[in-house]
């Protein structure tokens, strides 16, 4: 057993050829076999592929808006919002405030359903409008 462990005593940083191999090789492996499965879940997964850089960009901008909300639920004004950052003017966060772990994946799982209409919506008229050649880059 130590044998074995000692040829996955990899580090991540700096990334080497042997941490490049196990985990991207058995997640290579794993999408070919799951290439096949059609289902609900595939599905759903399969519509956030086609249209990723468009839930990439509307996503900024709905989780920018509801820390916007949160920031100024919690009381602070525009102009601690002004002065949260010289790099980043608005950044909506203020020091030693934050949020749990578990109340982050809540948000998360919540700005990827409420895209999931959008993207869906967007992935049909990719398909049906298919002579608009820059529609592919979305």
Do not use: Q
Not at 60 to 79: D, E, K, N
Not at 97 to 123: F, H, M, N, Q, R
């Amino acid at each position: 057993m130590l044998t074995f462990l000692s040829f996955i005593n990899v580090n991540k940083y700096p990334p080497s050829l042997l941490y490049m191999t196990i985990t991207i090789g058995p997640a290579l492996i794993l999408l070919a076999y799951l290439e096949n499965f059609k289902n609900k879940v595939t599905d759903i997964f399969r519509t956030y592929g086609r249209v990723a850089f468009f839930y990439y960009i509307i996503h900024l901008y709905l989780v920018h808006i509801l820390s916007a909300i949160a920031f100024f639920s919690r009381g602070h004004t525009m102009a601690d919002a002004s002065k949260t950052g010289e790099l980043y003017p608005f950044y909506f966060v203020a020091p030693g405030e934050g949020y749990s772990l578990g109340i982050v994946y809540l948000v998360w799982i919540t700005v990827v359903a409420i895209l999931y209409p959008l993207c869906k919506w967007y992935d049909r008229y990719k398909m049906n409008h298919r002579e608009k050649w820059w529609l592919s880059y979305l």
